[in-house]
């Protein structure tokens, strides 16, 4: 059944299909331009020239850690969350569900200046970790602690909905089967939601590679260590012009590499369904 949008797309008038038509050329000229003059200035030559400078591998290599170790722990401790909020009923459920999703609304200085606050040298967990020699602040673990923060929720979301939009027939009948709760859930309940888990976990990482504002404020900016791809960009604009380009065309590169995952893991998983 075509919906009144398709048909008007077919057979509307004429003036509203080119007011149609103009909303979606000024739409990708805003977005298509800024894109096409960062790929025009950084030719294939030179891009592979900037791989070799060691603030770029630098950066390259540790966001692509970072971001890969933030996007495991988040599916580990993600993944039993989203299940038990998508099908259990607990006393403050709603209120774990907004605590969970407030990083999404939250802005990144804000995120970074509450990370500090709290697992800093004197903050409030971070004054009793400093008693035993630990500090967080300022290390590789706080970039990984401020990309988890705010990339949880994406992952936790998703997975969310993809668990509670199972047809639980199929769960029901592995344990009639005798199929343990255990067993069920990674032999049923996974393989029926896998395409949006993996999707989740796609958008997690890319949140994560591209965090800039909370890793900044809770992390600092020091090459090697803290410098993700983001502060590098940031950092090499005031002198190193085509570093920033090479890592900008990079991150450029892997969002529409993550997009076109996204979109086919989104179709599969509605052809699933």
């Known amino acids: 059944m075509t919906t009144t949008m398709e048909r008007i797309c077919r057979r509307g008038n004429l003036p509203l299909r080119i007011l149609i038509a103009i909303l979606v050329v000024l739409a990708v000229l805003f977005i298509g331009i800024p894109i096409a003059a960062l790929l025009l200035q950084v030719p294939p030559d030179l891009l592979l020239a900037s791989l070799q400078d060691p603030v770029v591998l630098d950066a390259l290599c540790l966001s692509l850690v970072t971001a890969s170790t933030s996007t495991l722990i ?20 709603k209120i774990i569900d907004t605590i969970t999703d ?12 509450a990370l500090l606050l709290a697992f800093g040298r004197r903050g409030l967990v971070g004054q009793y970790l400093n008693l ?28 969310r ?26 032999s049923v309940t996974v393989p029926l939601a896998i395409a949006g888990i993996l999707s989740g976990a796609v958008m997690t990482f890319a949140r994560a590679l591209g965090e800039f504002g909370a890793t900044i404020m809770f992390a600092g900016n020091l090459q090697g260590k803290t410098q993700t791809m983001p502060l590098a960009i940031y950092g090499a604009l005031q002198g190193d012009m085509d570093a920033s380009l090479a890592l900008a065309v990079i991150l450029v590169i892997i969002s529409f590499a993550v997009i076109i995952v996204i979109k086919v893991l989104t179709e599969k998983e509605g052809a699933d369904t």
């Not at 990083?103 to 200085?109: D, E, G, N, Y």
């Not at 020699?133 to 998703?158: D, H, K, L, N």
Request: hydrophobic share 50%; charged share 10%; proline share 8%.
């Open 102 to 113: 407030i990083p999404v609304v939250l802005p990144p200085a804000v995120a970074g200046l």
């Open 132 to 159: 035993y020699g630990i500090e967080i602040a300022f290390t590789t673990i706080a970039v990984i602690m401020a990309q988890i923060f705010v990339a949880s929720p994406f992952y936790i979301r998703q997975a």
């Open 161 to 186: 909905t993809s668990f509670a939009g199972i047809n639980r027939v199929y769960e029901h009948a592995a344990r009639t089967l005798g199929a343990t709760p255990f067993k069920t859930f990674f």
């Open 74 to 93: 988040v599916i580990c401790f993600g993944t039993p969350i989203a299940y038990i909020n998508a099908r259990c009923r607990y006393p403050g459920k």
